[in-house]
């Protein structure tokens, strides 16, 4: 798999440079209440791709195509699973159709949720952190009062990444966030963004190096940061 790994790295440049210019296809067609799946331009069967579960906020508008065109139009497979009461049960119902029928590394399986979306992915992921390969929030707090680290031995090996606006910082009790995860020895990687965290380019950008940096082993262990 290491090979395999590597040959992707070769190819980021040619990557961004289509993911530039190249149109996104659309997510493919589902009866109404399912998940919406989101297939890689090129896509070749015989590799297994990160699979990425968009956890919505309900509250915000979402538009996979145009999410995933703004994150890499070749570098995953998605899932937005349907909309419903529990989503833990419809994120693992998604996972499951997705990897029935395309080829998803079973390790490399990420959450990144969008507002209470974010909020989802945390609980999800600190309940079953074997099942993902990372979790991403974006503008979604920690749930700090739930008790999520209570098997910390497994939680610390899972990397986490908080995107927060700065206007968010003291609504989200960042400094309480960070003093956890420090005293747990969890990996959380912070970063900030001027007024409040969207889906802009700029941000999936970020969230598509850091998803990629895990995929080809390249991450590493850094202190929290703002961006640009």
Do not use: K
């Not at 990444?161 to 609504?171: F, I, K, N, S, Y």
Request: charged share 20%; proline share 8%.
């Amino acid at each position: 798999m290491r090979g395999r790994d590597s040959r992707r790295a070769v190819r980021g440049s040619r990557v961004r440079q289509a993911d530039a210019v190249r149109p996104p296809l659309p997510p493919l067609p589902t009866p109404a209440g399912s998940a919406r799946v989101f297939v890689p331009q090129g896509y070749e069967a015989g590799y297994d791709y990160p699979l990425v579960v968009w956890l919505a906020d309900p509250t915000a508008g979402f538009d996979l195509a145009r999410v995933m065109a703004r994150t890499s139009v070749r570098n995953f497979v998605a899932v937005q699973p349907a909309a419903g009461r529990d989503p833990e049960a419809g994120a693992w119902r998604a996972i499951d159709r997705v990897r029935d029928r395309w080829s998803v590394h079973p390790r490399r399986i990420y959450l990144v949720g969008q507002g209470s979306g974010g909020t989802a992915a945390f609980r999800i992921a600190c309940r079953a952190p074997e099942a993902f390969g990372g979790v991403v929030s974006l503008g979604g707090p920690f749930p700090l009062d739930e008790g999520l680290f209570a098997a910390v031995s497994r939680v610390r090996r899972l990397p986490m990444l908080l995107c927060l606006g700065r206007d968010e910082v003291a609504a989200h009790r960042v400094d309480r966030v960070l003093r956890l995860f420090h005293a747990a020895g969890a990996a959380l990687s912070l970063r900030m963004y001027p007024g409040v965290v969207d889906l802009s380019s700029g941000v999936l950008a970020d969230v598509n190096r850091w998803l990629m940096d895990d995929v080809c082993g390249t991450a590493t262990a850094a202190p929290a940061r703002c961006a640009p």
